[in-house]
């Protein structure tokens, strides 16, 4: 101790205890936190709210790839995947409207960044230069349906 001042002992001791009640701060919110039971019956716990929509539940069943984030099948144009949970429920609206059906409609991720909306193998860059209302309107509804989610 007669070669180390008094100052930095004092700084030292101190920086350790601010340290230490950093750490016992960490550990008591840590263990707050709980990760497997709701606090009520209907809720779920935070880590398990973010869910893809059904219509994308269903395209990844249907592959028999299980649930996962987003339905991406070969041969398709990647997107990001907001934008392929996107597509899927607008392909659910699709094959629900009998006119609308015969449209082959794919988003994808241009080398820009942006979207890419592409219809009978047409590259659109935004939602207003779509070929056809009723398109344009189902594209409309299924961002609608994903914001809602």
């Not at 007669?2 to 009640?21: F, N, R, Y």
């Not at 701060?25 to 009520?40: C, G, M």
């Not at 709210?49 to 028999?64: K, L, S, V």
């Not at 960044?113 to 935004?126: F, K, P």
Request: proline letters at 7%; aromatic letters at 6%; glycine letters at 6%.
């Amino acid at each position: 101790m007669s070669d180390i001042p008094v100052t930095i002992w004092i700084v030292g001791g101190i920086a350790i205890l601010i340290i230490a009640v950093a750490i016992i701060r960490l550990i008591l919110a840590a263990r707050r936190i709980n990760l497997t039971s709701p606090e009520s019956p209907d809720q779920q716990s935070e880590w398990m709210r973010t869910t893809p929509p059904p219509e994308t539940m269903a395209a990844t069943q249907a592959d028999g790839e299980g649930i996962t984030l987003y339905d991406h099948d070969a041969g398709e144009k990647l997107a990001a995947p907001f934008a392929e949970q996107i597509e899927d429920i607008l392909r659910a609206r699709l094959e629900a409207d009998p006119y609308l059906r015969s449209l082959q409609v794919d988003l994808g991720t241009g080398p820009d960044g942006g979207l890419e909306i592409w219809v009978n193998g047409v590259r659109y860059t935004d939602i207003h230069q779509l070929p056809d209302d009723r398109l344009r309107q189902a594209f409309q509804e299924a961002i609608a349906d994903w914001q809602a989610a």
